[in-house]
């Protein structure tokens, strides 16, 4: 029979599983055939722990300025802007970097997560349990005891370890009402911090269809948009003149207009660096730490306008734009994949602890779905940075190019009433994204998702190059709208923006602070993170109501083009694809995090985008 090193009753350090992180722990059993010691940590907490995960309090000794903490919910500290200090964490230079291969990082994650975990009795319930039997309850949003759970916004990870335990609560007795409040605030947090590591997806859960997906995607999607914009300049767009006639591949790449993109882009990086605006953090990493943004992309835009209309004013030929758009496009896409190698090969060396929870080890999956999670260069947040500004704020100038090229093509004096209708949809739509700029910190591309081809792709070619689709078709395909008609059109826009503000405004001042007196009439459920999901309200309506209101206002933007041809129309119905997708990916994350408190959501609001359909 195997010895054992520790003896029951024993003080040792146990490690805290999917980190490495130890408390003190006192030895209460061993099983010789699992070989598993149930060790019991300060708060009462009780787990299972292998032998390697346990070592001898001496072991600890010698540490300076260690934290002396004892159990995870007692431990404190500041540490919400240094890396975590725990007394399981080997020194900076010895920590091993990811220019060890990945797959390395995935046995070592493997091997934290094989600790098996029994027991773990948490005040507030068990966080990190999928199907915790916690008692949940719809209250409305005004108990008092709530403004404490709702502060600590545990971050998506949370889901992807949680998982990968089986967590059943040992003393069931330990009620909620009894903890006291403050200490729920250190448990909570300290989970936060210390429980949520990035844990390499199976193969089974990889997203898009897996590594084929994304190779067909990564293809697939350049030749789809030269293929859009080549039928879109056709005299009669029509499907049955597919395919378009094709240019010779020479004839699209000018290095002039590259110089130009590239000019563009270096003005979008210079607004950025600009020390104006209110600087935030954004929400937890996996290690604890906050990463902070400077929210000037409104500052910018107006920068930018103060350009384009001086430039404007000074006589430079934007119709150049117009007459090379499919060369623009193709300067974007070549950036985009020398973007995207580079994203790629710096997170080769990124620590582990800044890979995004959605990479997978496999170097295509994870080329398309960015391997590091918040790639910066010094405090520039490439990512951050993508999203919002050279491809979101390029959609609007290109619209306003699409604007002077239709009244100087049909030799208009002032631009159509279509024309006008997108070009303003479509600047309040970029407009508001930019206002609400804070709101992006907590998206799925930010807390997700990786920077990698995916996202580069997207924000720089496929939003300015596509989203302006219409304005580019309604240039050799006018469209008289009727005042009637502008006014329903304009209605629908008018709805779609109410949904998708009122929805989005709603969670975001929920989350930041649930115990808003503006919130206070909304029914919430309880759930075991301790963070809450509202019921009622726009969230009481449908699972997405965001997305809804984005969907009546994509209609709202194609209408304007009149019914001749299906090709305005790809921009709707693209986008209904993408977020009944990105539902799906959202509904699994939050099943993952929320448990039965989601099952319980969904029983109540049971529609997930359009009510009474889907
Ligand atoms: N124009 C475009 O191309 C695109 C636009 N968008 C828009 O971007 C916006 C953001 O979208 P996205 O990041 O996908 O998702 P959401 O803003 O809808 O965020 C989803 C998250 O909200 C939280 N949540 C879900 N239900 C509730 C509830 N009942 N109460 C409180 N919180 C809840 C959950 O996170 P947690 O609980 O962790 O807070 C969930 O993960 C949307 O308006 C969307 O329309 C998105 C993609 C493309
Ligand atoms: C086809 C392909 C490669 C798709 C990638 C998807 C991207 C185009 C979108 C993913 C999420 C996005 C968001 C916006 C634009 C489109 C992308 C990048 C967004 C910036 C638009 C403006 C909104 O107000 C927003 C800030 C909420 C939104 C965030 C998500």
Redesign the pocket.
Known sequence: MPSRKFADGEVVRGRWPGSSLYYEVEILSHDSTSQLYTVKYKDGTELELKENDIKPLTSFRQRKGGSTSSSPSRRRGSRSRSRSRSPGRPPKSARRSASASHQADIKEARREVEVKLTPLILPFGNSISRYNGEPEHIERNDAPHKNTQEKF?LS?ESSYIATQYSLRPRREEVKLKEIDSKEEKYVAKELAVRTFEVTPIRAKDLEFGGVPGVFLIMFGLPVFLFLLLLMCKQKDPSLLNFPPPLPALYELWETRVFGVYLLWFLIQVLFYLLPIGKVVEGTPLIDGRRLKYRLNGFYAFILTSAVIGTSLFQGVEFHYVYSHFLQFALAATVFCVVLSVYLYMRSLKAPRNDLSPASSGNAVYDFFIGRELNPRIGTFDLKYFCELRPGLIGWVVINLVMLLAEMKIQDRAVPSLAMILVNSFQLL?VVDALWNEE?LL????IIHDGFGFMLAFGDLVW?PFI?SFQAFYLVSHPNEVSWPMASLIIVLKLCGYVI?RG??SQ?NA??KNPSDPKLAHLK?IHTSTG?????SGW?GFV??P??L??LIMALAWSLPCGFNHILPYFYIIY?TM??VH?EAR?EY??KK??GVAWEK?CQR?PYRIFPYIY
């Open positions: 916004s998506q739509y709101a907590t998206t799925m591309d939003v989203y998708f929805a989005n969670k929920f989350r919430t963070k809450n999901l509202l019921v969230w699972r997405h965001n997305y209101g984005d986008f993408l977020l990105r959202d994350h939050c995090k929320y959501y609001v």
